[in-house]
């Protein structure tokens, strides 16, 4: 089975561009989260999907937005960008219920210039 | 304040030494704990979790942890350490009724000695 597969996997910025990552879960996965990784901040929740509804949200600006397709596929946006916003994004995917594992893809490093 | 704490920001062991380590946390009622591995330039791997009942819970690549509600603590342990464990490890919890929003300690860098 193939894993959970982030594109791109690098991408570089300027500040007030905005961004699209993808995130393409397991098969038969309908859970998708989306997670910040820095080093001051550490991993930090932004939003979970499922069955293309947002069922979680963390405590992110507006400018952090997501949405997920009908074949469970995610995309995030990150609008006006600020160099803070330089980060791995990482995203994971799992069946949907708690106790289902998340399975976590390799993240896109984002650098914002 | 609800948090997940790592004590440790990083750790230094031998090759074929044993190893622990730590994570505490804070909240009202008993989370969903995990522990997770990252290795350099990857994505995160879960190694084990606990829900409920046996509180010694066995996971991937010869780890274990125990889980004691005294202390609020989920120990992460192995007995043996491989030079392929070096790694940042971190402790997360998700809350009861809290779908799947993971909330991250700080992590552990682990660093082994050949």
């Known amino acids: 089975k193939a894993g959970v597969t982030q594109t791109p996997r690098y991408l570089i910025k300027t500040r007030g561009q905005q961004v699209t990552l993808s995130c393409s879960p397991i098969s038969g996965h309908r859970s998708v989260s989306w997670y910040q990784q820095t080093p001051g901040q550490g991993l930090q929740f932004l939003f979970e999907y499922f069955s293309e509804t947002q069922r979680n949200k963390g405590n992110f600006p507006g400018r952090f937005s997501g949405r997920q397709f009908s074949n469970s596929r995610s995309e995030m946006n990150v609008s006006t960008l600020e160099l803070g916003d330089s980060a791995l994004y990482l995203c994971a995917s799992s069946l949907g219920e708690v106790q289902d594992t998340q399975y976590f893809g390799p993240g896109t490093r984002l650098t914002v210039l | 304040a609800q948090s997940v704490t790592q004590p440790d920001i990083h750790i230094t062991v031998s090759e074929g030494a044993s190893l622990e380590l730590r994570c505490n946390y804070s909240y009202g009622a008993t989370p969903y704990l995990f522990w997770y591995v990252q290795s350099p330039g990857q994505g995160l791997q879960l190694l084990l979790k606990?829900?409920?009942?046996?509180?010694l819970v066995q996971g991937i690549k010869g780890f274990e942890a125990e889980f004691k509600r005294s202390q609020s603590s989920f120990n992460l342990r192995k007995p043996s350490v491989h030079w392929s464990d070096a790694a940042e490890y971190f402790c997360a919890v998700v809350l009861t009724g809290g779908g799947n929003k993971l909330t991250f300690g700080t992590g552990t860098q682990l660093k082994v000695e050949l």
């Open positions: 606990y829900f409920s009942g046996d509180t």
